[in-house]
């Protein structure tokens, strides 16, 4: 690891130049006879130039290596998706939505480590939460709290569909030990983000838009 140079940075989600703020390095070596074989590992805490996130850069290297440069592990580690902004609204402790929070928090580690199929029986499970919180009973299949969801206007049947899309894939990988694959999750998040402003973030939205003034054509002569 040089000064300056430039690594992934998960809060950037791109390339960029990291300051070293401090290294450790661990050194051994093993053999008898003339013949020794020599490894270590580098501990980098580096820094993001542009959004000052600190991260840990593992080098590891051996004398036995073909390879020049040592191998490198990061951590936390590259991530697929980061964790949309708006999950820390639904933080609420004793709030409704707490519980669908909980479940989404543990969706995006999972995503992040390769546990596809955890992953998305998470979002199964942080939809239904959902469509129970918005009033759907709980006693009923998910096929039953999506016509709910749809008789009272929280979803349109287009959107609908593709949540159907997203419960066959967790469905899938809970009873037919089906594997996701990556983008598969990235799909489903990506449904599950319009759900989610829809349903709880757009309406509180509208509370903070500024009043207009009203439209003569609809006041009373
Ligand atoms: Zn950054």
Known sequence: MKENERIYCNKCQHETS????NTKRFSHSSGQDGYEV?????FHTVMCNGCETVSLLEERWCSEDYADEPQRYRYPKEEVLMEPEWLELLNDPHGKTRSVYVMLK????????GLFQLASMGIRAALDRMMVEQGASAAVGFGTKL??????????????DFLLKVLEIGDAAIHRDHEPTQADLVSMLAIIDTIVRI??????????????PPDPRKQKV
């Not at 016509?147 to 609908?160: D, H, P, V, W, Y």
């Open 199 to 212: 349903v709880y973030i757009h309406e509180e939205d509208l509370k903070n838009l500024s009043p207009v």
């Open 147 to 160: 016509n709910f969801a749809l008789e009272t206007g929280l979803i349109s049947s287009r959107q609908k």
């Open 38 to 42: 020599d490894w270590g590992e580098n």
């Open 18 to 21: 990291h300051t070293i703020l």
């Open 106 to 113: 543990e969706v995006y580690p999972a995503l992040n480590n």
